[in-house]
């Protein structure tokens, strides 16, 4: 049964950061690429990052791109979302991602709120 837990989320001050993590289970963690997507109220689920399964190559989106970064620990069957400069449109839902066997699993998500 695979399952993704997110944690770390919480409310940040625009300029700050915060660090998400996503514990992974019931597959074999390092033969699969992890993602992370974000849901704000009203919009679609966007994908924010994206690391290959050995952590050797990443990809983000142009909002994000130098702020945030994804890591991953494959002995620990863990992938974090380094977030940096927060801004208010970062507010979101942030759900971790994986795809064995060609089907998504998706976390619980965790809340991110940027605001002063």
């Known amino acids: 049964q695979v399952q993704l837990v997110e944690s770390g989320g919480g409310l940040a001050q625009p300029g700050g950061s915060l660090r998400l993590s996503c514990a992974a289970s019931g597959f074999t963690f390092n033969m699969y690429a992890m993602r992370w997507f974000r849901q704000a109220p009203g919009k679609e689920r966007e994908l924010v990052a994206f690391?290959?399964?050995?952590?050797?190559?990443?990809n983000y989106a142009d909002s994000v791109k130098g702020r945030f970064t994804i890591s991953r620990d494959n002995a620990k069957n863990t992938v974090y979302l380094q977030m940096n400069s927060l801004k208010p449109d970062d507010t979101a839902v942030y759900y971790c991602?994986?795809?064995?066997?060609?089907?998504?699993?998706w976390g619980q998500g965790t809340q991110v709120t940027v605001s002063s």
């Open positions: 690391i290959s399964s050995n952590g050797g190559s990443a």
């Open positions: 991602n994986a795809r064995p066997w060609s089907t998504n699993y």
